[in-house]
């Protein structure tokens, strides 16, 4: 069975809707219609070798084409994605009053740690992220000589 654009959603909810809703984006629809869900899924299919038809609206059709060994690879990619999201909309900032101070950049410094900690997940495990390796030929031209001559 191919994997759909709810079961995905279902997962990143999962794994990342309390601070969706923190940052003011929709962490509760799994239907397979979350607005906020269209950026990191296009991404993940693309990195997967997929593409999508339309960037602003992943559909099932566009997953299809991803073979069930990268699903978790998907996954993974469509995570990372979504929290880099989610520490674009945080915009609270620590604040003092007098004697009064709230920390409200705290929630922002975690949610970099878990991307630093998920993007050095994705690039161990799927080599995402990680620069190519190319390799050549140095030809110099020269023809060695005989020392006795």
Same mark, same amino acid.
């Given at each position: 069975?191919?994997? /759909?654009?709810? $079961?995905?959603?279902?997962?990143? =909810?999962?794994?990342?809707?309390?601070?969706?809703?923190?940052?003011?984006? !929709?962490? /509760?629809?799994?239907?397979?219609? $979350?607005?906020?869900? $269209? !950026?990191?899924?296009?991404?993940?299919?693309? @990195?997967?070798?997929? /593409? +999508?038809?339309? *960037?602003?609206? +992943?559909? !099932?059709?566009?997953?299809?084409?991803?073979?069930?060994?990268?699903?978790?690879?998907?996954? !993974? *990619?469509?995570?990372?994605?979504?929290?880099?999201?989610?520490?674009?909309?945080?915009?609270? =900032?620590?604040?003092? =009053?007098?004697?009064?101070?709230?920390?409200?950049?705290?929630?922002?410094?975690? +949610?970099? @740690? @878990?991307?630093?900690?998920?993007?050095?997940? +994705?690039?161990?495990?799927?080599? =995402?992220?990680?620069?190519?390796?190319?390799?050549?030929?140095?030809?110099?031209?020269?023809?060695?000589?005989?020392?006795?001559?």
């Amino acid at each position: 069975m191919a994997i /759909t654009r709810a $079961n995905v959603e279902t997962l990143l =909810v999962k794994r990342c809707g309390s601070l969706m809703m923190a940052a003011g984006m !929709d962490g /509760t629809t799994v239907s397979g219609s $979350n607005a906020d869900l $269209n !950026d990191p899924l296009g991404y993940a299919v693309r @990195k997967c070798g997929g /593409t +999508v038809a339309t *960037i602003t609206s +992943v559909a !099932d059709s566009d997953l299809s084409g991803i073979d069930s060994g990268d699903y978790d690879k998907l996954i !993974d *990619i469509a995570e990372l994605r979504t929290l880099e999201s989610i520490e674009g909309n945080l915009d609270d =900032v620590d604040i003092s =009053v007098g004697s009064r101070r709230e920390a409200l950049n705290q929630l922002s410094a975690q +949610v970099a @740690k @878990k991307i630093d900690r998920k993007r050095e997940q +994705v690039e161990r495990a799927y080599g =995402v992220g990680l620069g190519e390796l190319e390799a050549g030929v140095v030809s110099l031209g020269f023809q060695e000589q005989n020392a006795s001559e």
